[in-house]
């Protein structure tokens, strides 16, 4: 009867184990892209990319810093208890783009599915934000520069297109935003990324879908 009782116990664990080694499986599979995040002083973050959120500016981040396009470029702008903010083309410092536009991914902007919030750690997509009332004609104006935010900001929810998040690392993001700034938020001590590496687990996300930008407007 022990015997019995035994056997059936160990069938039970059995399953159990089964299921659970199904279940990693099943989520190993589901992986999101993690970006490594490499500052000038040596400190690093990952940040979990959000394609199921948005697709478009995922391809897009993950084109532009496995092909290098991020190395070097500085941390432009620090605002303590809001963002800091990089990614700006390093042929075109004086200009708000790298020569395209992508459409931005938030709900104002018709694209509902991407709900994600400015949670501490978010990482979004900068763009140009316009004068009070021609908001809207800016709202497909991100292109490579891209923000992380220092504490929740709500108020920015729905305006542009949240696309990742620091999982690890956040106390360096931190500790850059204390760094003394000038008039205009640029940092006075240089600080610049060295490299952004995105590990898609082996999936393709191919490439984004970006908008041109007439030769007049550049």
Same mark, same amino acid.
């Given at each position: 009867?022990?015997?019995?009782?035994? #056997?059936?116990? @160990?069938?039970?664990?059995?399953?159990?184990?089964?299921?659970?080694?199904?279940?990693?499986?099943?989520?190993?599979?589901? *992986?999101? !892209?993690?970006?490594?995040?490499?500052? @000038?002083? /040596?400190?690093?973050?990952?940040?979990?990319?959000? =394609?199921?959120?948005?697709?478009?500016?995922?391809?897009?981040?993950?084109?532009?810093?496995?092909?290098?396009?991020?190395?070097g470029?500085?941390?432009? #702008?620090?605002?303590?208890?809001?963002?800091?903010?990089?990614?700006?083309?390093?042929?075109? =410092?004086?200009?708000?783009?790298?020569?395209?536009?992508? $459409?931005?991914?938030? !709900?104002?902007?018709?694209?509902?599915?991407?709900?994600?919030?400015?949670?501490?750690g978010?990482?979004?997509?900068?763009?140009?934000?316009?004068?009070? /009332?021609?908001?809207?004609?800016?709202?497909?104006s991100? @292109?490579?520069?891209?923000?992380?935010?220092?504490?929740?900001? =709500?108020?920015?929810?729905g305006?542009?297109?949240?696309? /990742?998040?620091?999982? *690890?690392?956040?106390?360096?993001?931190?500790?850059?935003?204390?760094?003394?700034?000038? $008039?205009?938020?640029?940092?006075?001590?240089?600080?610049?990324?060295q490299?952004?590496?995105v590990?898609?687990?082996?999936?393709?996300?191919?490439? =984004?879908?970006?908008?041109e930008? !007439?030769d007049?407007?550049?």
């Open positions: 009867m022990k015997t019995k009782k035994v #056997r059936h116990i @160990s069938i039970i664990l059995l399953l159990a184990v089964i299921l659970t080694m199904t279940s990693a499986c099943v989520t190993l599979g589901e *992986r999101k !892209p993690i970006a490594t995040l490499v500052f @000038s002083n /040596g400190k690093e973050i990952k940040i979990r990319l959000y =394609p199921d959120k948005a697709p478009n500016t995922v391809k897009n981040f993950i084109d532009l810093a496995n092909s290098g396009f991020y190395d470029t500085p941390v432009h #702008r620090i605002e303590e208890y809001f963002v800091i903010q990089m990614g700006k083309s390093a042929e075109n =410092p004086d200009k708000n783009h790298a020569g395209f536009y992508i $459409e931005g991914e938030f !709900p104002n902007n018709n694209f509902s599915k991407n709900d994600l919030s400015h949670e501490v978010a990482v979004a997509m900068a763009r140009t934000v316009g004068e009070p /009332g021609n908001e809207k004609n800016y709202y497909n991100a @292109s490579t520069q891209f923000y992380i935010t220092l504490t929740y900001k =709500p108020n920015l929810d305006d542009y297109a949240i696309f /990742g998040k620091v999982i *690890r690392g956040m106390e360096h993001v931190q500790k850059i935003s204390k760094m003394d700034v000038d $008039e205009n938020k640029v940092p006075r001590d240089e600080i610049y990324v490299s952004i590496r590990e898609t687990f082996g999936k393709d996300y191919g490439k =984004p879908k970006r908008l930008i !007439p007049e407007t550049e």
